[in-house]
C-alpha cells in the first residue's frame, strides 16, 4: 500500500488511495486475495462444498500444498470459511453466503 500510495497519491496514503490498491490487487473487503477466493470456488464449484483433500484443492488451483495450508487455509478456517473435517476440507454457509453461491438443493444464495 504505502509504495502505491507514494507513487500514485505522491506520498499520501489515504482511504481513496488504498481502496484503488486493494481493487488493483483484487482484495475483498475481508481481505481475500484471488487465490482465496480460486480455493473456496474450487471446493464449492468443482467438489461440491466438499468435503475435499488438501492435495486436490492445491492441484485445482495450481498451488503448492503446504502454500494453501500454511499461507491461505488459516485465514480462511479463521474468518469461518473453511472447516476441516477428518474426510477433508468443507466450504461453510458462510463462504458460500460472501462468494453469493447457494447450496445444491436451496432455492435461494444462504
Known sequence: MRDYCQ???EGDINL?????????????????DWVDRKILEVIIDKFNGGPVGLSAI????????ATVEEVYEPYLMQLGFLDRTPRGRVATDTAYKHLGRKKLGQSKII
Not at 481513496?16 to 483484487?26: I, S
Not at 492445491?58 to 500444498?65: G, Y
Open 7 to 9: 507513487v500514485e497519491g
Open 16 to 32: 481513496d488511495y488504498c481502496q484503488k490498491a486493494f481493487k488493483l490487487l483484487e482484495v475483498d473487503e475481508l481481505g481475500l
Open 58 to 65: 492445491a492441484a485445482s488451483t495450481a498451488e503448492d500444498i
